[in-house]
């Protein structure tokens, strides 16, 4: 079955950066657009980046120049570097693919941007 793994989130200071991974399994990975969703208290669900198959990659407006979604096929992972952090950045971060209109959701990874 599908599984999505985050790992790397944490507390960091306003202005500093974190990497986020996520580790898929039981998908053809090079073959599946990734995305990562991040959704803050009282919130809904926002989606943060996208990375298609191909590499090209789409933002929200938030995080346009701070954020960065890469993947690596041969580990069948996909990032987020994150840069310029804000408070308004804390939130728990997904990670996501759809197949056949479905979604499928890792565990998440909290992020916390606070002095």
């Known amino acids: 079955q599908v599984q999505l793994v985050e790992s790397g989130g944490g507390l960091v200071q306003p202005g500093g950066s974190l990497r986020l991974s996520c580790a898929a399994s039981g998908v053809n990975f090079s073959a599946r ?12 669900r926002e989606l943060v980046a996208t990375i298609t198959s191909g ?3 789409d ?14 096929n041969a580990k069948n ?15 728990v971060f997904y990670c996501n693919t759809l197949i ?3 979604h499928y959701w890792g565990q998440g990874t909290q992020v916390t941007v606070s002095s």
Do not use: C, H
Not at 33 to 44: H, L, T, V
Not at 60 to 72: C, M
């Open 33 to 44: 657009s990734m995305s990562w969703y991040r959704q803050a208290p009282g919130k809904e």
């Open 55 to 57: 590499g090209s990659t």
């Open 59 to 72: 933002y929200a407006d938030s995080v346009k120049g701070r954020f960065t979604i890469s993947r690596d």
């Open 77 to 91: 992972t996909v990032y987020l570097q994150m840069n310029s952090l804000k408070p308004e950045d804390t939130a």
């Open 100 to 102: 056949w209109n479905r």
